[in-house]
């Protein structure tokens, strides 16, 4: 197939395989994977519940009072696009949900909160939600993937948040399937995905970076809905030469990754996040934390970080404010591993910005972007008053496909998340509702919601 076709008939190729969906075998790796990808979405959106943008959201969906069968975790029950749009944003408040490390952004945060919202108010069967799931992860992943070079990582250096965009088009395709749209419904839905599409780089380090996932979960839902309901939109944004990319990528240069849905399954190649801060941080924070002790209590006077470009781009705010400003600082991460921090997702608080263990190591930090540079490494050269110098290197941080989490170290994440807020009781109950997740017949959406209804106070 020439180039030119082969890019004439990418939105075509994205419907066809949504469409297609329900009939689809997953292998058991990747059905395997979704259930990952569903322990850590659960666990981190219970953490981060009672984030002040999620606190803002239901005020106003109680304002909206819409009565519906999906369940807003640790709330009430409404439409599902309503609860897309709170679970959505819950789950990136703290900077702690999946990544897909090509470029595509957070998956979770739009598929999932698209596929359980819809799938319980529709009293539609897990294997369905989870088929809906790997659906969207996978679109979103080859919309915004290639690497360094490719759509998402090129959007970001334009101003433009992955997640946003593509988003979106994930929650779209994950909707679809549960409603079992036909694919020119499915075109449809993706259309509105796109020309809905948008999330600014200039608004993280505020509450608009956790809506930006909550808000493409919402519009997935909507844009099914409406393609449902006949809805017709345009049909061919995303080709290289019309629609989206061209809009937001005026005269950029970028690699399109190709729609190889026949070939392999993205999903296998999730991250999950060790720290509750922007991804573009881990890799600094985890050689941070790797000498701290050897450091000890000796005065630090110089600390030089070689990272990504990519670390400054969407992480480099060097004297943050808040601890929200401080998810999104390179500089402050370092400086909380070196001061003894986990950078969980309870650490990230003012007081925390205040402590002079973190606060006077600010201003000897130095980051300095190496083009070509591993995303996923780092380096440090920590000088000391003694006049000894430390290095400290990550070259894959923990959670990378390429250094993954298995089940042990998920299961850990999700009772560290999960146990403070619903108990220890609960808390296993739910890990066993999500690791049965699609097997042998059994319907854990119901049991799932009854888990996170609203607490008694």
């Not at 360094?148 to 250096?157: K, M, S």
């Amino acid at each position: 197939m020439s180039e030119q076709s082969f890019e004439q008939n990418r939105s075509e190729k994205l419907a066809s395989f949504v469409a297609g969906a329900r009939g689809r075998v997953l292998p058991e790796a990747v059905r395997d994977a979704g259930r990952q990808a569903l322990a850590d979405f659960i666990a981190v959106s219970v953490a981060g519940h009672q984030d002040g943008a999620v606190e803002a959201l239901r005020a106003v969906a109680a304002n909206w009072n819409a009565p519906g069968g999906a369940r807003i975790f640790l709330g009430s029950k409404t439409q599902p696009a309503i609860a897309a749009l709170l679970n959505g944003t819950m789950t990136h408040a703290m900077d702690l949900d999946d990544v897909h490390y090509a470029g595509g952004g957070h998956p979770s945060g739009p598929c999932w909160s698209a596929a359980l919202s819809l799938a319980e108010h529709h009293e539609v069967d897990d294997e369905t939600a989870l088929r809906a799931f790997v659906t969207g992860y996978e679109v979103m992943a080859r919309l915004g993937g290639g690497g360094q070079q490719g759509v998402g990582r090129t959007l970001q250096h334009h101003g433009f948040h992955p997640t946003s965009i593509f988003g979106r088009a994930g929650a779209a395709a994950s909707a679809s399937v549960l409603l079992d749209l036909d694919q020119d419904q499915v075109a449809n839905a993706l259309g509105v995905a796109a020309t809905t599409a948008g999330g600014l780089v200039g608004s993280f380090g505020t509450h608009s970076k956790p809506f930006h996932a909550g808000k493409a979960a919402m519009d997935g839902v909507m844009a099914a809905e409406m393609a449902r309901s006949g809805f017709v939109s345009g049909q061919n944004l995303f080709e290289r030469d019309k629609g989206l990319l061209p809009s937001f990528l005026k005269g950029a240069e970028f690699v399109l990754p190709e729609l190889d849905f026949d070939e392999q399954w993205y999903v296998l190649r999730n991250g999950y996040k060790r720290f509750a801060s922007c991804r573009a941080t881990h890799a600094a924070a985890e050689a941070a934390l790797s000498v701290k002790d050897q450091v000890g209590n000796r005065t630090v006077t110089r600390i030089q970080a070689f990272v990504n470009p990519i670390a400054l781009v969407a992480a480099g705010n060097p004297a943050p404010r808040t601890g929200l400003e401080a998810r999104f600082s390179t500089y402050c991460c370092i400086a909380m591993g070196l001061a003894g921090y986990r950078l969980s997702a309870f650490d990230f608080t003012d007081e925390m910005v205040a402590d002079p263990a973190v606060s006077e190591l600010l201003p000897k930090i130095e980051c300095i972007p190496v083009k070509g540079q591993s995303e996923v490494a780092a380096k440090l050269l920590i000088d000391l008053s003694d006049g000894q110098q430390m290095e400290a290197s990550v070259d894959i941080v923990l959670g990378h496909p390429d250094r993954p989490l298995n089940w042990v170290q998920i299961q850990d994440k999700f009772e560290g998340l999960v146990a403070p807020v619903l108990g220890d009781e609960k808390a296993d109950e739910l890990f066993k509702a999500v690791t049965g997740f699609a097997t042998n017949d059994r319907l854990s959406i119901p049991r799932i919601s009854a888990l996170l209804e609203a607490r008694q106070h």
